[in-house]
């Protein structure tokens, strides 16, 4: 089985491998193998995720529910154990973002993703024997972003010299100026270059920040 065998099986269900790694003697709980981190394929991931039954019974959780049913497919098809960056335990999902080599700390402190920019997002993961043979990571895109138009975008100035101010920004998102923010997504996030040509519709950035802004 190859990386692009199980990219290929990933895609079937709108998915992409948005990067993988390694593990090593340090990952005790994980095991040996190769971790292969998994997001949404674009263009056409909401369209087809939310034709799901999972939205449609009326149950909550509903993208959680799926990734989890499909993820759990793919994993005994591969062979491999799934895991995922909700419920318990806790799973370092930023950590192993990073060590996958294709994401990075964005100068606004979100994580970026080669193609996804910041509108990266892993539904989960799957850790398969042995170790596959991976491409080398690409450069990091922040380095050749000569404006970092993220940095100034965001409209409830969140963004401080001392941190993400999470406070300013659940306030800024009740005002009428924060409806766009709710409906498209986080101005920072859209604001990235990268971000602007990746095709993830509205509703799906709607989605995610009704679940940020409960």
């Given at each position: 089985?190859?990386?692009?065998?199980?990219?290929?099986?990933?895609?079937?269900?709108?998915?992409?491998?948005?990067?993988?790694?390694?593990?090593?003697?340090?990952?005790?709980?994980?095991?040996?193998?190769?971790?292969?981190?998994?997001?949404?394929d674009e263009p056409g991931f909401w369209h087809y995720v939310t034709a799901q039954t999972e939205f449609t019974d009326s149950t909550p959780n509903p993208l959680d529910r799926w990734s989890h049913r499909t993820i759990t497919a793919?994993?005994?098809?591969?062979?491999?154990?799934?895991?995922?960056p909700?419920?318990?335990?806790v799973r370092p999902f930023i950590t192993w973002a990073?060590?996958?080599?294709?994401?990075?700390?964005?100068?606004?402190?979100?994580?970026?993703h080669d193609t996804a920019g910041l509108f990266v997002s892993y539904r989960g993961a799957i850790l398969v024997p042995g170790e596959l043979d991976l491409p080398p990571p690409p450069p990091k895109p922040c380095e050749s972003c000569a404006t970092k138009p993220c940095l100034t975008a965001c409209p409830a100035d969140a963004l401080t010299a001392n941190g993400y101010d999470l406070p300013a920004c659940h306030a800024f998102l009740e005002t009428k100026d924060g409806k766009t923010c709710m409906t498209q997504g986080c101005a920072v996030r859209r604001a990235c270059p990268l971000a602007r040509t990746y095709p993830r519709v509205d509703a799906q950035s709607a989605y995610h920040m009704a679940q940020f802004h409960k």
């Open positions: 089985m190859t990386l692009v065998q199980i990219a290929d099986f990933a895609r079937a269900d709108h998915l992409a491998v948005l990067g993988a790694f390694h593990t090593d003697a340090e990952d005790a709980a994980l095991g040996l193998g190769t971790l292969i981190l998994l997001g949404p793919l994993a005994r098809r591969l062979g491999g154990t799934p895991y995922f909700f419920g318990t335990p990073l060590r996958s080599g294709r994401a990075w700390v964005s100068p606004a402190q979100l994580l970026v």
